[in-house]
């Protein structure tokens, strides 16, 4: 089923994000947490994908619908030439994969800049106009920021690129995390405007510990607010970080169902025990079904 038929639900989507394993000793880690959070009825997941173990992601988006009967959408980035491309999207067709998130992707060492495998495929925008104009039928999401990220000159830049994803055929967009929701209103407040009217997805990331805020925030230009990061900095450990990290994002969470998003996207990181207590908090207040 094609997520973005999901996202015009009158409820909001539960979907999360599973890394793909790096190598072995991640396997029985991340199985383990797929299994835990299969549990709690989502209605969508996704996984990302790895040069190296590309082929991991492929056979944990399938092993996950035929085993967990979920809608598994598989990331898919700029890291292939377009003949290497249209070969991987032939097999998830086959497969019987339905959606695609498709991504320019990271640069393969951080802190350099990104350099294309094929001149066809240098922006995230170009992915997308491969699958669609190649006639693949998979529901196609796409990424944005709330926020300006890191490697963008300005927030105009972001946006145009995110009009640019919706205009090669974009079905739905998810979020960047962000700590603090005003970014998000502010974001879809001007994709309205400027004529997008693709659902925006959230995606949100409670705070771990304080090495791990401190690399996702450099990595995704999201900035936390003051009241937050003074806590944050205050607390006696990381096990006092990851609880305001809990409550923090059930608070956005809560908000953000008030204003009536089309789903909550939560970053994993292949742990399960932050989005069972979101989930659990918001189904006891009422704001989700249980």
Not at 10 to 37: H, N, Q, Y
Not at 143 to 156: W, Y
Not at 167 to 193: K, P
Not at 229 to 244: G, H, K, M, Y
Request: with cysteine.
């Amino acid at each position: 089923m094609r997520i973005a038929d999901m996202l015009g639900r009158s409820k909001p989507t539960i979907s999360f994000e599973f890394m793909a394993p790096r190598d072995e000793s991640e396997v029985e880690v991340l199985e383990r947490t797929v299994a835990t959070l299969a549990g709690h009825a989502p209605d969508w997941v996704s996984v990302t994908y790895r040069v190296r173990t590309g082929e991991k992601t492929l056979e944990l988006v399938t092993r996950i619908k035929r085993h967990y009967h979920i809608e598994a959408m598989a990331h898919l980035t700029c890291a292939n030439s377009a003949d290497r491309t249209r070969q991987i999207l032939n097999w998830m067709e086959r497969e019987g994969v339905a959606n695609v998130l498709a991504l320019r992707g990271d640069p393969p060492i951080s802190g350099e800049p990104f350099t294309p495998v094929d001149p066809q495929l240098t922006h995230g925008s170009d992915l997308v106009s491969l699958v669609r104009r190649s006639g693949y039928r998979f529901g196609i999401g796409a990424a944005c920021s709330a926020e300006k990220h890191p490697e963008s000159p300005d927030v105009e830049h972001e946006f145009r690129y995110m009009k640019l994803k919706v205009e090669a055929g974009a079905d739905f967009l998810i979020t960047q995390l962000f700590f603090d929701n005003r970014f998000y209103f502010n974001l879809v407040s001007r994709a309205r405007a400027a004529g997008i009217g693709v659902p925006i997805v959230p995606g949100l990331m409670p705070v771990p510990s304080r090495r791990s805020l401190g690399v996702m925030t450099a990595m995704s230009g999201a900035t936390v607010p003051a009241e937050l990061q003074s806590a944050i900095d205050n607390a006696a450990d990381d096990d006092a970080v990851r609880a305001l990290g809990v409550q923090h994002c059930i608070a956005q969470c809560a908000e953000l169902i008030e204003a009536r998003v089309p789903g909550l996207h939560f970053y994993t990181f292949n742990r399960a025990r932050a989005p069972i207590e979101i989930l659990a908090a918001l189904r006891g207040q009422q704001l989700l079904a249980s």
